[in-house]
Every structure is written in structure tokens, then in C-alpha cells.
């Protein structure tokens, strides 16, 4: 059994791609570690296009070594990975929308962002014309007796995203929910193209809007790994204090939103009342609440002082007097509970399989956290726990999120007790020629990965994905069997991102 | 359960005024807004929100109009859950190629008199996504617009202020028309 990192000497080594290896595969080797993805050995982080090259990366489960392989495909079509692997599919279905590079023996060639509305065909790649006429979409069936079908969205009925669900239930049983996305598909990757970086940095902060400092985070991160700059240590503290906040911020909402779609709006009242809190506190400390376009490449716009500290400090002292009689309350109530323990399962192999990252993996037995492995600074250097469960349901996805919002006060107090001196930023200069650049960075959702190339001060190309996309086939997964009136429960306690992953 | 809510009986509310930062009061926001709420609309004012392909930003800032500290609902303001119940359409986003169609139905589904408010820099001209193969770029592309709110996101209290603007000019309008 070769490991990924022999794997990788089999093909041909990119220079300037940093910090892990990338090299370019024949279809041999682009076959072999499909099937090593399904036989479980190794996880997939990613699978993206170019106009005529594929490219997956893949974490060893093991040893959490990292690497990308690459697969020029002049012909235009390459072996299929989700045919072995399916967390695969919807990202083949997505480079074939996009590049119109197509996947050979693709189980599933449906369109996924592609609903024939753009007016061109592989925005991406080579552009042709669109489709004259639009063919419906098909969805799955599902064989039965008196099964029928329920069609939810894009608009729903709350204050949320656009997708569609369509379920096919047997009485208020659900025998199967399909997804459909790619509503908020904005383009993001095709305005990437020859932006200059700041704009890019701009743009990935608006990826999905509630993980503005983890993209503004990883797109930097993987523009310093391109043009190896090293940022000042303040700026690393810094970073990783906005992305703890944000992390206490949409756990505490998600926490009262997934308790009010069990009719419980009590503990959605209190906990709302301390996100808001914590925005107030970024906001004072970094002149946004969601502390929007601070993190850029090099560094930060903007440093934290003495009023700033003192408003999050105060925040920090707060929630641990509130919090622990709310937790207490969800502990001890019933009609709470009796929605939540056993409700949307996700079992410990669906969750490995997907490599599901977040409260979805880890309420899974998946205890991946990019802070930890690979990890970066200055986790490294902090306290902290990986809060793992293995239940899987509404409940166990409610348990991790509480023990995060512990874990992400303890880590921003430790950060504002040891954040260095010094400067904020340095800055970024064009290199010549081509480099590539990766970064991971765990956002309160999961593992955000971005990809880039940059030539000269341009982005040639870059990927951000989400971890949305190995969590919503989940979802699909979590909600058979059970009644179609917990699908909301179920839904908020993933809390996936529309659009980070219709992008 | 009992001693939480025992507790909240003796605490003061959340509710308060703006904190300092803000240059404007929200209780005094509010109060404005409920007079020309009851002016215009009689005792409520239901919204029905549409994210035409937001970053989700802007529906982050607009639920948090609902928290104990702007609860909008003590003036009447309600988010409903059809466009059948709307008096108002708030819309964010871009509006993106895919949700266009979407956006227009949910439009024609809104009784009259009905307005709109494009909550966001996105609503405005596409934001930062202008340009793109994917995106209209503007609410107003699709659908009239009656009232702009900018921000990226803009916060609870523009979007409160905004509210105000647009009953006020509404209620103006009603009486040049009478
Ligand atoms: S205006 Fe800003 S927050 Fe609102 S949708 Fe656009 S990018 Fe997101």
C-alpha cells in the first residue's frame, strides 16, 4: 500500500505550489486514489476544474498528510471519481456545469448548479450557447405504495436561503428527500478570474455570509502560502480571535434556532440575546458585527485596542453567567428533548465516508478539526479540546455545538491574555510567474478549503469550497424515517450553507 | 425551566435604547416608526423576506431585528411566512439568474398595495457580484423598488431606519393622493 506521499512521487511534482504537494497523475494513478477514497483510507477534500485539468485533494486519515492530484484532460473528459466515491458526485456534476469537463461513467450527469438560466453553458471553460429549450429537472423516485410527494422552495416560509427539497413521504414518514441547490449561485469563481487580490479577498468574504472571517481568513491564508509571505504574529493572534467570535456568534444562534423549530422559543429568546452581544463586541473591536473585511492578505485592516478588548472581555465574562442555565434548560426539558435525542441520525461510516467536518462529523465520531491537524498558528500554541460524540442525532449535534461555544471562550480568552506586540500587516507583493497556494481553516461550520493560482498580481484561478458540500448529501441521509415535520429540527442542526456551496 | 423564567420575571428587559455607538436611538426609531406604521398600515406591518441569492449577510442582520434588543415586534412589524400576508417585500441579494423567476412569482403572489425595500449593496446594482454571468445585478432589474437600505449587511438599526423612510414617504404619498 503506498501512502499518499509515494502516490504523489509517481507523478510529476509541481514547483510553487505550497504548502502541501501537488503533482500532476496519469489516469492510472487518478484511478488508483478514487478507489483508495472508497476504500476509506484516505478522505476527500476537494474536487475542482480548469478549463481543461481536474484536481482532488486528499487528506491521509491517518497521518492527516495532505496533497493535490491533478489530471490534465485535453479530450475533456476524465475518469470518474464518484462512480468509486460518492461524496464525489455533486462535485463532478459541478465541473461538468461549469468547464464542461465531464466525468466518464458519472453515475448522476444531472446539471447541479446549472439550471439552464445563465445564458451560456461552461461559463468557465469554452462557452457555448445555452440550451433553446430547458428539460425538466428529474428527480429520483422512490417506489411504493400511497408514497406522495412534497415540493418545499426555493422561497421557504423563514428568513432563510433559497434551495428546493422535494420529499417523498409514506404518511408523515420520509422515504426519501432530494436536494436541489444552485439558487444563489452568483459566479464567484468565474469574478475571481484576473481579479487582483484585494478584490478576491473581498469576494471570499462574501462567500457565505455568516463565515466572512473564515474565507477572508483561508483565501489569505493561501495567498501567503503562495507568495510564502509570513504575516506579523499579531495579525496571527488577531485572526484567530475574530474567527473564535465568529465561531461563539453562530453557535449561540444556532443553538436558540435549533430549539425554536422544536417549538421552544424560550431558549431562542436568551440565546439570540448573546450572539447579538458578541456582535456588539465586534463590532466596537473591529467597526463591523460581523467583522466584515478585516482579515486581508499580509495581515488585518484593522488592530484591536484597549475600548476593543475591553467590549469583548466583557462579552466573555458574560456568557459563561448566562450560558450554563440555558444549556441547563435544554438539558432538563422534556418536550425538548423528546424532539431532539434520537431525530436525523448521521451514522459514524456516513460521516467518515463524506468526511464531514463541524458539528456534523464530530456529533458523528468524526473528530477532524483542522485547528488540530494539519493545524496552524497559533492553535498550536493554545488549549483546547476536539468535543467529540458519536449518537449522530438533532441532540448530539446541539451537545457539540455547547461544548464549542466553551471551547471558543476559553480560546479567545487565552488569545486576548498572550496576544503579542508588533505590527499588523506586511505587504503583499506580485511574484513573478506562476504560484499556486492552499489553505484550510476551520470555520464554525467545518473545514473551508481554498485553492489559488496567482500570476503575477492577478488570480489566474480559485476554488473555495465549503463544508456544505460533504454535509447536505448528510441531511438527505439524516432525515429518512423520520416524519417530514422534523425536517426543519433536522435541517437547522446542520445549518448548511446555501451559499457557500452554490457559490 | 421555572427558575429561568423566575429570573427574567425580576430582570430588566433586554429591550433598551441604541447603545452608544449608534447615533440613533432605537426606542425613539421605533416610536417614529410605530406612528407611521399605524398611520399608513393601521396597527401592523407585515414583511415577507426573500433572499434572491444573498451571501445570507443581510438575513444574519435582519433576524437579528427579532432579538430582545430591537424586537420589532412590540411596534406591530412582523416577518410572515407568505407573500399573500405581505404589505412589504424585502428583498436581498443580487438576485441571481436562478432566483429570478422565483423573486417575480412571489411578487405577482403580493396583494397590492405592496412595496418593496432591497435591503443590502447587493440589492442595489449586484454589489460586488455585478458583472457576473451568474447574477441580474439588482432588485430593480426585476422587480419595482421602492426603497434602497445600503450596507453590507446593513445593521438592525439602518434597516429599522429604513422601515421609517418608507412609511413616512408611503403616508405622504397617501395624502397627496387623498
Ligand atoms: S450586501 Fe453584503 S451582506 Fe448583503 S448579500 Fe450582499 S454581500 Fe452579503
Known sequence: ?503 | MRKLLFQSFFQGPFTEPAPALDPTAVEELAAALQRAARRRLGRSLSIREIDAGSCNGCELEIHALNNAYYDVERFGIRFVASPRHADVLMVTGPVTKNMRDALERTYHATPDPKWVVAVGDCARDGGCFAGSYAVVGGVSQVVPVDLHIPGCPPPPVTILQGLLALLDRTAKDATSIA
Open chain 1, 1 to 503: 500500500m503506498p501512502s499518499l506521499i509515494d502516490l504523489m512521487q509517481e507523478g510529476r511534482t509541481i514547483q510553487q505550489h505550497s504548502p502541501w504537494p501537488r503533482a500532476v497523475a496519469d489516469a492510472h494513478l487518478w484511478n488508483f486514489a478514487a478507489s483508495e477514497l472508497a476504500q476509506g483510507r484516505w478522505s476527500l477534500l476537494g474536487l475542482w476544474g480548469e478549463p481543461s485539468t481536474v484536481h482532488m485533494a486528499i487528506i491521509d486519515r491517518d497521518t492527516a498528510d495532505i496533497a493535490v492530484v491533478s489530471l490534465d484532460c485535453p479530450d475533456r473528459v476524465y475518469p470518474s471519481v464518484g462512480k468509486y466515491h460518492p461524496p464525489a458526485l455533486r462535485l463532478e456534476r459541478t465541473i461538468n456545469d461549469l468547464f464542461g469537463l465531464f466525468a466518464q461513467d458519472l453515475p448522476d450527469s444531472r446539471p447541479w448548479l446549472d439550471q439552464n438560466r445563465w445564458s451560456v453553458r461552461f461559463p468557465l471553460g469554452d462557452r457555448i450557447s445555452a440550451l433553446s429549450t430547458t428539460a425538466p429537472y428529474r428527480f429520483l423516485a422512490a417506489e411504493g405504495d400511497g408514497l406522495h410527494q412534497i415540493a418545499v422552495g426555493p422561497v421557504h416560509a423563514g428568513i432563510i436561503e433559497p434551495g428546493h427539497f422535494r420529499f417523498t413521504a409514506s404518511g408523515e414518514t420520509v422515504v426519501r428527500l432530494e436536494q436541489r441547490l444552485g439558487y444563489t449561485h452568483k459566479g464567484i469563481e468565474g469574478l475571481m478570474r484576473g481579479a487582483s487580490v484585494e478584490r478576491g479577498a473581498q469576494l471570499a468574504g462574501r462567500v457565505s455570509g455568516d463565515s466572512t472571517v473564515a474565507y477572508a481568513y483561508a483565501f489569505s491564508k493561501a495567498v501567503e502560502a503562495a507568495l510564502q509571505l509570513a504575516v506579523p504574529d499579531r495579525a496571527v493572534w488577531l485572526r484567530a480571535l475574530l474567527a473564535e467570535l465568529e465561531r461563539l456568534a453562530n453557535h449561540l444562534g444556532d443553538i436558540g434556532a435549533i430549539c425554536n423549530d422544536a417549538s421552544f422559543g424560550l431558549m431562542q429568546a436568551h440565546c439570540n440575546v448573546l450572539r447579538e452581544d458578541v456582535l456588539r463586541a465586534a463590532n466596537t473591536a473591529f467597526g463591523h458585527r460581523l467583522m466584515r473585511d478585516v482579515i486581508v492578505p499580509g495581515g488585518l485592516v484593522r488592530d484591536l485596542d484597549e475600548n476593543g478588548q475591553a467590549a469583548i472581555r466583557a462579552t466573555l465574562d458574560n456568557i459563561p453567567v448566562r450560558f450554563p442555565a440555558l444549556v441547563e434548560l435544554y438539558d432538563n426539558t422534556a418536550s425538548l428533548q423528546d424532539r431532539t435525542v434520537g431525530t436525523g441520525v448521521v451514522t459514524a461510516a456516513l460521516a467518515k465516508q463524506y468526511a464531514a467536518g463541524g458539528y456534523v462529523g464530530r456529533a458523528s465520531g468524526r473528530a477532524f478539526d483542522t485547528r488540530r491537524a494539519p493545524g496552524y498558528p497559533p492553535y498550536d500554541d493554545l488549549r483546547f479540546e476536539v468535543p467529540v460524540l458519536d449518537e449522530g442525532d438533532v441532540n448530539a449535534r446541539v451537545w457539540i455545538r455547547i461544548r464549542e461555544v466553551e471551547q471558543s471562550l476559553s480560546l479567545a480568552n487565552q488569545i486576548l491574555d498572550r496576544l503579542p506586540g508588533g505590527p499588523l500587516r506586511v505587504p503583499v507583493g506580485a511574484a513573478a510567474g506562476p504560484r499556486e497556494g492552499m489553505a484550510l481553516v476551520e470555520g464554525f461550520r467545518g473545514d473551508i478549503m481554498v485553492w489559488l493560482r496567482l500570476d503575477g498580481g492577478r488570480i489566474d484561478r480559485c476554488h473555495l469550497r465549503d463544508p456544505s458540500w460533504f454535509q447536505w448529501p448528510l441531511l438527505e441521509a439524516a432525515i429518512e424515517d423520520n416524519i417530514v415535520a422534523d425536517f426543519p429540527l433536522c435541517n437547522k442542526s446542520f445549518n448548511c450553507s446555501y451559499s457557500g456551496q452554490d457559490l
